[in-house]
């Protein structure tokens, strides 16, 4: 069964202050990994996708890497803007599997 | 742009009571998902359509039916609500498996 666990549950930065959050994932052979931002309300809304270790992907202050067993973003120098839910998602290398395995997601709160 | 459109936005109902929730997407995809999303579980995938005629089951169906109208529109129905079914629902789609999927902003769901 594949499982995704996101850590922390809830951050709290102040602006300009980098971190990372932690995506630590089970799946029989992995298609793909996914990382969305959800705001309080909305959809989540399509970040990054990486397919094989060693990959990085980069957005403004977010970067996001994959290992084989756990994938990070890399928050850089937070803004009060970057405050959401930042969900982690799976997909398996399977063919007749056509779901994303999703985190309960990590919080964050970037403070002025 | 408007991506994926669900309706209603909000909707109470009485335990027993019937109702069908629409989603339709403007991005010529191929494949439709419906998610529920509860506190502290992550999205789970109720059913998805991989191509216009086809549905399966996904991890949590029991309780749901759902219909592709068309290649844009995928409807999900409780046919007969219960207060389990209260949750958030998001409509997803893309072009085709391990590409990225795009939600709607959902519909939050209560039931009596």
């Known amino acids: 069964e594949d499982q995704v666990t996101q850590s922390p549950e809830a951050l709290r930065l102040q602006e300009g202050e980098s971190s990372s959050l932690n995506c630590s994932y089970t799946v029989s052979g992995l298609r793909g990994l996914f990382w969305y931002r959800q705001d309080p309300g909305k959809g989540p809304e399509f970040l990054f996708t990486l397919y094989s270790a060693g990959e990085e992907k980069e957005k403004e202050r977010l970067k996001a890497t994959l290992t084989k067993k756990e994938s990070f973003l890399h928050i850089t120098a937070p803004k009060p803007e970057d405050s959401a839910t930042y969900l982690c998602?799976?997909?398996?290398?399977?063919?007749?599997?056509?779901?994303?395995?999703f985190g309960s997601g990590t919080r964050l709160q970037v403070q002025p | 742009n408007a991506g994926v459109t669900q309706t209603p936005k909000f909707q109470v109902l009485k335990t027993g009571q019937s109702m069908t929730l629409q989603c339709a997407q403007d991005m010529n995809h191929n494949s439709m998902y419906w998610y529920r999303q509860d506190p502290g579980m992550g999205l789970r995938l109720i059913y998805y359509s991989a191509s216009e005629g086809t549905t399966d089951k996904g991890e949590v169906p029991n309780g749901y039916n759902v219909s592709r109208l068309n290649k844009r529109e995928f409807s999900l129905r409780l046919e007969s609500a219960a207060p389990s079914q209260t949750s958030v629902y998001f409509c997803?789609?893309?072009?085709?498996?391990?590409?990225?999927?795009?939600f709607g902003d959902g519909t939050r769901l209560s039931i009596l």
């Open positions: 997803a789609s893309n072009v085709g498996m391990n590409q990225p999927q795009h």
């Open positions: 998602a799976v997909q398996a290398d399977d063919t007749g599997r056509r779901a994303l395995t």
